[in-house]
């Protein structure tokens, strides 16, 4: 039967806009997945607070993080009278997204207490992951210094004298923006970004049992925190990395003076432009051990990786905005007679692109439950926590670089204008695979973990506890084995450490989704599945001349209710 070509809209009628979308209602997928990983009587308490992020996120969100973004910080270094007063002064809407973050939604203390969107006790990660991955899908910068609060009063509550937790953590996990400490993390140095060992800022003892604090530091997020943790070199320690030692800054000192420390300047940023990085002088500061002397970036580590998971699971939500945009577009674009979802093309590049981000949110959940475990003392949970965590990092973050631009493709010209979210999505997706460690230091760092914490053979058993037999996934028990070896081989020879890393992950990310099909009944979540080995991980011959995916991609592409 000849169908007649559809006639292309003219005018605004032919550019689709999302404007307006509900970003939780155009992802049913998310519902049903957390269903799997979170009790149902607190999915249930969560859907109205995820129905309304999801409208803010496609609508009010996203026109207050369009307007951040093109109104940066500003860095004023007196007051009009000529008093030496250092601020920063944000936009009306940043504002407005912080009070959404930290206030509405307290997304930097539901892991701490209870009472955050009337839930009586702490949110397990899951939830918290959730609702960021929502959040971030309209904004990003901001997501950094909620990340750092939540980790930093994580590190503080794990590492920190009893009296310092008692001071500071009420108004770390305030939801009442006049009372709430942010946090940050001051770490980077010019000669010392990701070699630790490096680190020149020193620190001399007090009379009072408190450090002072000099030197410069590099490259600080979230300036003008009131608490931040800080690595400095002891005076009179050993070198390396044992005279590194952990201190916390606060911004006030308990005496309410301004402590001794000033931000020199703010970055002009490629990407998260809504939010302030600075460069930071320590100027005789004064500041807190925390833990250990001799263990500094061992505890940093904890606030670190916990960050590295934060970015993983942004680099997610960047996906499946990106996603969203795409397919939006593909339904309703009209080019050539027919719907561009219709052409065999660009159902390719779509599928192409939703399995990268189907990946990145299994691994979200996965690495979330992981979390939850370890925190729960459960054996073997910390070395799962500790693979995982690097593993998303490095190849969910390098994914969102390909997945947003190949959505401003998508829309065409259009993408390429700033009126719209691509451009932003593709700035903003670049920071993860810099910031926490770029993708070279996370690839090592998974090694890392497979050598000091023996977690490769538990990530291992961990895989084939997904696949089962391996029946509904063929390939993957024999991929799994072989993924195991590489990164066996890698810790002899690191020059293939990102090979193994992402190995590693595509295995892992495959096994997950197909154990989540099994549990949803899900004939499309395990077509993704498959399509993620197969083109990932497996053998194929590049010159083959059938694409195996077409009759998959047109059911899994159509069952995307919420964008019909």
């Excluded at 003392?377 to 631009?405: N, S």
């Excluded at 997904?466 to 993957?476: D, F, I, K, R, V």
Aim: with cysteine.
């Amino acid at each position: 039967m000849h169908v007649p070509p559809l006639p292309p809209p003219t005018g605004a009628a032919a550019v689709p806009d999302s404007r307006g979308i509900n970003l939780y209602r155009a992802d049913p997928d998310l519902r049903r997945l957390l269903g799997l990983y979170l009790p149902a009587a607190l999915v249930a308490h969560l859907e109205p607070h995820l129905d309304r992020l999801g409208a803010l996120a496609g609508g009010a969100l996203d026109e207050l993080a369009a307007t951040a973004d093109r109104n940066p910080p500003v860095l004023r270094h007196r007051t009009r009278t000529g008093e030496e007063a250092q601020s920063i002064e944000y936009h009306p809407a940043y504002r407005e997204m912080e009070r959404i973050a930290f206030a509405e939604y307290g997304l930097a203390a539901m892991s701490h207490r209870g009472g955050v969107l009337g839930w009586p006790e702490p949110m397990p990660p899951a939830v918290k992951y959730a609702l960021t991955y929502l959040f971030v899908q309209a904004e990003f910068g901001l997501c950094c210094p909620v990340s750092m609060t939540d980790s930093l009063t994580r590190t503080l509550r794990k590492f920190g004298d009893p009296a310092l937790v008692a001071r500071y953590l009420p108004a770390l996990t305030s939801q009442d923006l006049d009372a709430l400490h942010q946090g940050a993390m001051f770490m980077t140095e010019q000669g010392a970004g990701s070699d630790i060992a490096a680190t020149a800022v020193r620190a001399a003892p007090l009379a009072d049992g408190t450090w002072a604090l000099t030197g410069d530091k590099w490259f600080c997020s979230n300036p003008d925190a009131e608490l931040a943790m800080v690595l400095a070199r002891r005076e009179g320690g050993p070198p390396g990395l044992k005279g590194v030692s952990l201190f916390l800054l606060p911004r006030t000192l308990p005496d309410g003076m301004p402590n001794r420390y000033r931000i020199v300047r703010l970055k002009d940023k490629l990407g998260t432009r809504s939010m302030a990085s600075g460069e930071i002088r320590l100027e005789g500061a004064v500041a807190w051990l925390v833990g250990e002397p001799e263990a500094g970036f061992k505890q940093m580590a904890d606030m670190v990786n916990n960050s590295r998971l934060s970015n993983g699971v942004r680099a997610a939500g960047l996906m499946r905005r990106a996603v969203t945009e795409a397919l939006f577009v593909a339904r309703r674009r009209v080019a050539f007679g027919q719907r561009l979802i219709e052409l065999p093309l660009m159902r390719r590049q779509l599928g192409k692109m939703l399995v990268r981000a189907e990946q990145a949110r299994s691994m979200m959940f996965q690495t979330a439950e992981a979390l939850r475990r370890s925190d729960a003392g459960e054996p073997g949970a910390y070395p799962l926590l500790r693979i995982l965590t690097p593993l998303i990092k490095f190849r969910a973050c390098r994914d969102a670089r390909r997945v947003t631009g190949d959505a401003m493709e998508v829309r065409g010209g259009c993408g390429y204008i700033e009126e719209w979210p691509d451009p932003r999505l593709l700035r903003d997706a670049h920071l993860g695979s810099i910031w926490e460690g770029t993708s070279n230091i996370v690839a090592l760092d998974v090694l890392r973990a497979a050598a000091r914490e023996g977690a490769l053979p538990v990530l291992a058993a961990h895989v084939r506890g997904l696949l089962g037999n391996g029946e509904a996934l063929p390939g993957a028990l024999p991929a799994l084995d072989r993924a195991v070896a590489l990164a066996e081989a890698a810790q002899r020879d690191h020059a293939l450490a990102r090979q193994a890393a992402s190995a590693l992950y595509h295995v892992t990310s495959a096994a997950a989704m197909a154990w989540e099909a099994a549990r949803l009944r899900d004939g499309r979540r395990l077509a993704l599945a498959r399509m993620a080995l197969r083109h990932r991980v497996l053998p194929r011959d590049p010159l083959a001349a059938e694409d195996p995916d077409a009759p998959a991609l047109a059911e899994v592409l159509a069952e995307e209710p919420a964008l019909a």
